[in-house]
Every structure is written in C-alpha cells, then in structure tokens.
C-alpha cells in the first residue's frame, strides 16, 4: 500500500469516528448552541466522500484498463458479506435498545436501503460496476468528467423529489457521489505523474483547504446548515484535503499508528457506532463537560474496534465480517498503466 494512500485512509476514519462521537453525545445531552462547534462538523463530514475517492483511486491506479478475473469474488468476500454481517449486527444492536422493534423488518431495512453505518459500501460497488463499464468500453473522462458534475450537482439539488418519505434512500445511488468518481479515476490512473506533481507544489496544496473552507463557511452563513457529506460544498474541501495529503504523506515518515487505523479503517468505520451506541450513556454519567465526553467516546469506541476487530480476525471467518485486514507491506512506488515506477 502506498504510504499517502494509508495515512489518507487514516485520517478519513478518525474524522468519522470522531463525528460520530460527538453526534451519540448530542443524542444524549444536547449539541452546544456555538457555530464553531457546529461549522467544524459541517467540516468533518468530507471523510466519507474521501473513502469513496480513495477508494477509486487505488482502483484506477491497479486496474487502469480492466478488472481482473477474480476481482468479484474477493469484493463478495470483503465487502459484500461485511456488508451483510453488520446489516444484521446493526438490526441486533438496535433490537436491544428498542425491544419492540422487528428484527426481520429491520434486517431487510438495512441490507436493501442501507439504514446504518455500512451504506458507503452500496455506493463504492455500484462504482465498481461503472468503472468495469468505463474500462470496458474506453469511456473518456473528457467529456464523462463534466457530465458527472452536472448530473451529481442536479441529482442533489432536485432528486429528493423521487424519495419522498423515505430520504434515506436519497444517498444510495451513484448519481449523488458520481463527480467524486470521474476526478479520483483520473487521478488513479495517472497517479504517478499527479503524485509527483503535489510532492514537488506541496507547499502550495496548503492553500487549497483554506479556500475551500472558506467556500463552506460563506454557505454556512448563508443558512446552510445541514450537517451530512452530501452537501455540494463539501466537494472542494474532499479533493483539497485529498491533494494535501496525497503531496505530503510522500514525504511524511510512515508510522506504524497510521499503519494500523489505515488497515482496520473499514472495520472500524463499520464496528465504532456500535460501540458508541454501547458506550455513550456510560460516558455521559461520568463526564460532566461535552468536549471530554465526546473526546472519551472517541477513544473508547476506537480502541473497542481495534480490540474487537484483532479478536475477530483471528476467527476462521473474521474477514467476512470485519473486512480483510491483513497486513500489506507499505511501499513508495506508483504504478502508471500497470508499470512500476519509483516515487
């Protein structure tokens, strides 16, 4: 694994995990009334569009032309039946908490509308199948590129329409996520000469987040408020902090933390909210001040699904359930047209 692409990778996942910390803990106590507080979860929602992106680019970049023979099977293994696994263990968790609840009604509500944590999942395979389609028949992303953002910037603006009384659904379909797409293809496929180009203007992509966080807070005042990464704003930011950290994880000394959130990222991202639904009343009854009761459960919950996600990897069957986590060697080369190069 290239080393920017794990520490990306790592980055996303404490983003998330700690979003969510502070969403279990306003379940409970109330969010605090301070627009910086509320702004900086407006900005902590890139991280799932950055999964997606990374996502794609290390496809792009491995599979610029076409999709191996046993490309599906291991996806039905890794991701699929992950997938399946948490649809159940989500309808569980929440039996347990509502027991009046159907578990059936809530198993089937999960896996065929993606009603929890593991919805991402839905959205990366129906990318799968557009890229198998791009590859197969040499779709140019010079004119898919823009049309992507056109029909992406349409579907959110309209497409709720379709969803009525059942928004969740509003997520699923690629068209919400098909710009970030088309751009992470591109840079997956020329990874090579886009790595070397951020590594040698690195300085430069610092700018890049802070115009982009200035778009977000000038919508914000503006009255949009709404805190989920389908916010049309927040596709700036994804890329900016994706080019800022792609250019200086080259040069950034790999460390073996990041190594192992970036390994247990997908497990974590699909195990913590779990946890906290566990953890964050227990939380509250022994803190008293929300930023240590959000910062506790970040931790609680991330070290839980570290520990958790080790024990099950050792289960004859732990990678359907948690993914696969076994280690890869971390590595500084990119690969252009299926060659290897030197970074």
């Excluded at 704003?233 to 790999?254: E, F």
Aim: with cysteine; aromatic share 16%.
């Amino acid at each position: 694994m290239i080393k920017e692409w794990s520490l990306l990778r790592a980055i996303a996942c404490l983003s998330i995990v700690f979003l969510h910390s502070t969403t279990r803990i306003g379940y409970i106590v109330g969010n605090p009334q301070n627009t910086l507080y509320n702004f900086g979860r407006v900005l902590l929602c890139y991280a799932t569009p950055t999964f997606i992106v990374l996502s794609i680019i290390i496809l792009a970049n491995r599979y610029p032309n076409s999709l191996p023979t046993n490309f599906w099977v291991k996806r039905i293994k890794w991701l699929v039946l992950p997938y399946l696994s948490f649809g159940i263990i989500d309808a569980l968790v929440g039996k347990h908490f509502d027991p009046s609840s159907v578990l059936t009604q809530r198993i089937i509500v999960n896996i065929f509308r993606g009603s929890f944590e593991g919805w991402f999942i839905l959205v990366i395979l129906q990318f799968y199948i557009i890229h198998y389609i791009v590859t197969r028949f040499k779709l140019s992303m010079k004119w898919l590129f823009p049309l992507s953002l056109v029909t992406m910037i349409v579907y959110l603006k309209k497409g709720l329409i379709f969803f009525v009384g059942i928004e969740d659904l509003f997520k699923l379909p690629f068209l919400a996520w098909f710009g970030y797409f088309t751009i992470a293809f591109i840079i997956g496929k020329h990874y090579a000469v886009i790595a070397e180009k951020l590594v040698k203007y690195r300085w430069l992509t610092i700018c890049l987040p802070v115009i982009s966080v200035g778009i977000i807070y000038l919508s914000y005042k503006t009255g949009n408020t709404i805190i989920h990464s389908r916010r049309l704003d927040l596709y700036p930011l994804v890329l900016s902090v994706t080019a800022v950290v792609l250019a200086w994880g080259q040069v950034i000394p790999n460390t073996k933390f990041i190594d192992l959130i970036s390994r247990y990222s997908f497990g974590i991202y699909l195990l913590h909210w779990q946890l906290q639904r566990f953890l964050d009343s227990y939380v509250v009854d022994y803190f008293t001040h929300f930023r240590t009761q959000a910062l506790v459960l970040f931790v609680l919950s991330l070290l839980g699904s570290i520990l958790i996600i080790r024990v099950v990897t050792f289960l004859p069957f732990g990678s359907f359930i948690v993914g696969n986590v076994r280690k890869k060697k971390t590595t500084s080369f990119r690969t252009e047209h299926g060659k290897a190069t030197a970074a």
